[in-house]
């Protein structure tokens, strides 16, 4: 299985942007689907996740209202829909694929991991 994390850039503060990943090797129907983010200097830490129909998501406090996870079976894709970004949200973005939703929150629940992509938020 690979993960293509795609769609970040630089956006100003408030504004939004849209990430997305790309399957291959396996339907992303069939995975527990998670963004994560890194920012210099800090840990890799859970932003949302979404289980394998789609159906159920959980999302970090700090984006909970700002940001949507969602899963596109036609494209095999997952994509996080962010608004009213904030300087504090600049980081890498990871997406990953698993197996186990009830775990899904943290990083070792998930089998496959995608390359990143830089979101950069000025003030």
């Known amino acids: 299985v690979q993960l293509q994390a795609s769609g970040g850039g630089l956006v100003q503060a408030g504004g939004s942007l849209r990430l997305s990943c790309a399957a291959s090797?396996?339907?992303?129907?069939?995975?527990?689907m998670g963004w994560f983010r890194q920012a210099p200097g800090k840990e890799r830490e859970f932003v949302a996740t979404t289980n394998m129909r789609g159906t159920f998501t959980v999302y970090a406090d700090s984006v909970k209202g700002r940001f949507t996870i969602s899963k596109d079976d036609r494209k095999n894709t997952m994509d996080l829909q962010m608004n009213k970004l904030e300087p504090e949200d600049a980081a890498v973005y990871y997406c990953?694929?698993?197996?186990?939703?009830?775990?899904?929150?943290?990083?070792?629940?998930?089998?496959?991991w995608g390359q990143g992509t830089l979101v950069t938020v000025s003030s």
């Open positions: 090797g396996r339907t992303i129907s069939s995975l527990v």
């Open positions: 990953a694929g698993g197996s186990t939703f009830v775990s899904s929150r943290y990083a070792g629940a998930y089998d496959y």
